[in-house]
């Protein structure tokens, strides 16, 4: 059972209508601003991955997707108040938990969902060589082109459907290859 309150902000899931999740983040942020809840609603998210999806004249292009369609993640010092204010916003359907009544998300499935992955000393520069480690560009090499340390992002140029192509990648999906890591060619005559 949930504590009437909170002290400690946590993260909650609330289920949409199909469509809405834009919708109600931003609803949310008003609802915020609105009654000065910025204390007490920490984050609200809507995960995303990128995807390569080919177009139907046959080419190729990375797009953004929803990770769990019809879901906001929000952050949050649960109290009955704040559960009577966020499910009354439009499109929310409810907290997901027995009954509506919200459960708070263990911390394995925060960094699973990557809410809260920030990597702490980010040495990267722009024309560092490094591996893309998850997600769609799985395995692929590339040069960082830009680097932002507050959102933790990075433009990459990767060899893609043989050309160039720049694709943003967060820092946790991230290795830089050391400049010291050579190659060594096999032979194949072995």
């Known amino acids: 059972m949930v504590p009437i309150a909170d002290t400690e902000p946590k993260w909650y899931i609330l289920h949409t209508y199909s469509g809405y999740e834009a919708m109600v983040k931003e609803s949310l942020f008003r609802l915020i601003e609105n009654n000065n809840l910025s204390d007490q609603i920490v984050d609200v998210k809507i995960p995303t991955e990128q995807t390569i999806e080919e177009k139907a004249n046959g080419k190729k292009k990375v797009v953004e997707r929803k990770l769990l369609p019809c879901y906001v993640f929000i952050k949050m010092i649960y109290s009955n108040q704040l ?4 499910t009354n916003t439009r499109g929310v359907t409810g ?14 499935e925060i960094r699973k969902m ?8 980010a040495d990267f520069r722009p024309g560092d ?7 769609p560009l799985e395995g692929f090499i590339g040069t960082l ?22 694709v943003e990648v967060e820092y946790i999906q991230m290795t830089k290859i050391a400049a010291d890591a050579v ?8």
């Open 145 to 166: 082109k830009e680097v932002n340390d507050e959102t933790q992002r990075a433009k990459v140029s990767i060899t893609m459907f043989g050309r160039e192509q720049d």
């Open 129 to 135: 060589r490094v591996t893309i480690d998850n997600g």
């Open 183 to 190: 190659e060594i060619p096999r032979d194949d005559d072995e």
């Open 114 to 121: 990557r809410l809260e992955d920030y990597v702490v000393d």
């Open 95 to 108: 907290f997901v938990g027995p009954q509506g009544r919200p459960i708070p998300m263990k911390e394995d």
């Open 83 to 86: 559960w009577y204010l966020v």
